[in-house]
C-alpha cells in the first residue's frame, strides 16, 4: 500500500459508529506505519468549494479508482487508519490529483500560523 491507494477500511463516522468505506492513503505515519487516509464519499451534497475534490466518471483516473459511482474526496474527513484494518487496495488515483490533495490540504493548514 503506497500514498495515492483507493482502499477500503472501517472509518469512524460521526455518530461515533465504525462504517466500511472507500479512503485515500495520503500520507504513512512515522513510527507504526499507521496511514493517515481521507475518507469517499457519494454524498455529494457535503462538497467543500476549493477544498474536496470530486471523482467522476468522466475524469482520466476514474477507472483506475475502483470506485462505482461519482464521488466525493473529503479533505475535511481525515483519520489515521491501522495496517491492520485496511481491508485491501482496490485502486489508486493519478499522481496530479493525489499531489493536488496534498497541496490543497497543506495550503489550508499552513493558513494564519502563529
Known sequence: MKPGDMILT???QADGK??????IILKEMP??????????????????????NIISPEDEDF???GLTMKSLIRLGFLAIIPKSNILGTIGSISNERYNGLLKTLCNYLSKNIR
Open 10 to 12: 472501517p472509518v469512524p
Open 18 to 23: 465504525l462504517k466500511k468505506r472507500p479512503a
Open 63 to 65: 477507472k483506475l479508482s
Open 31 to 52: 513510527g507504526y506505519g499507521d496511514f493517515l487516509v481521507c475518507g469517499v464519499s457519494t454524498q455529494l451534497q457535503h462538497y467543500i468549494y476549493d477544498f474536496d
